[in-house]
T-cell receptor, first 116, second 119 residues
Framework: KAGVTQTPRYLIKTRGQQVTLSCSPI?????VSWYQQTPGQGLQFLFE???????NKGNFPGRFSGRQFSNSRSEMNVSTLELGDSALYLC???????????????FGAGSRLTVL | AQTVTQSQPEMSVQEAETVTLSCTYD???????LFWYKQPPSRQMILVIR??????QNATENRFSVNFQKAAKSFSLKISDSQLGDAAMYFC????????????????FGKGTKLSVKP
């Protein structure tokens, strides 16, 4: 069973540009969450999608957005990039069929974004 | 708001020995879940162990076990018979059991503990 796949693995952008990151969840998983990981702030929750609907959102500016497609694949977009957006962006999926805080998240290897 | 604190930025252990990583959390909720995740240099976060707050029995997964002290809001991870492959960043995480409008709720992570294993 394939794991959570994130693309691209590495990318370099300049300030002011925008970027789109992709996440393919484990087959059958309908919930996708995104996290940002930086040395200073650690791991912070961005947003969660389930059945193409955003269910939960973290405390990030509107420059950060996401969406989920009917096949559960998800993308996140960051517009007007800032130096502080340099981070590892992690996607995680779970087989949530109903609410349960016990649902385990399976993470991808992340997309490393560097903003110059 | 809930917070998770890992007070040991770095730890070191000799191969085959036992090491304990500390985690404390702050919450006013009574029902929640706690997790330990491992992040090796490959960057992929891997679930090590999970504990439900309503269970008094400490979770165990092979060489990994936890000491869950609900009243003290403490959730430490013990790694027995440490192996070279255990070297990684370890993150403690909290998730509420509340239903936030259908969301499963996000994980709140500690800052992590970097574990080195000496041969």
């Amino acid at each position: 069973k394939a794991g959570v796949t994130q693309t691209p693995r590495y990318l370099i952008k300049t300030r002011g540009q925008q970027v789109t990151l992709s996440c393919s969840p484990i087959s059958g998983h309908r919930s996708v969450s995104w996290y940002q990981q930086t040395p200073g702030q650690g791991l912070q929750f961005l947003f969660e999608y389930f059945s193409e609907t955003q269910r939960n959102k973290g405390n990030f500016p509107g420059r950060f957005s996401g969406r989920q497609f009917s096949n559960s694949r998800s993308e996140m977009n960051v517009s007007t990039l800032e130096l502080g957006d340099s981070a590892l962006y992690l996607c995680a999926s779970s087989s949530q069929t109903g609410f349960s805080g016990a649902n385990v998240l399976t993470f991808g290897a992340g997309s490393r974004l560097t903003v110059l | 708001a809930q917070t998770v604190t890992q007070s040991q930025p770095e730890m070191s252990v000799q191969e085959a020995e036992t090491v304990t990583l500390s985690c404390t959390y702050d919450t006013s909720e009574s029902d929640y879940y706690l997790f330990w995740y491992k992040q090796p240099p490959s960057r992929q976060m891997i679930l090590v162990i999970r504990q439900e707050a309503y269970k008094q029995q400490n979770a165990t997964e092979n060489r990994f076990s936890v000491n869950f002290q609900k009243a003290a809001k403490s959730f430490s991870l013990k790694i027995s018979d440490s192996q070279l492959g255990d070297a990684a960043m370890y993150f403690c995480a909290y998730r509420s059991a509340r239903n936030y409008g259908g969301s499963q709720g996000n994980l709140i992570f500690g800052k992590g503990t970097k574990l080195s294993v000496k041969p």
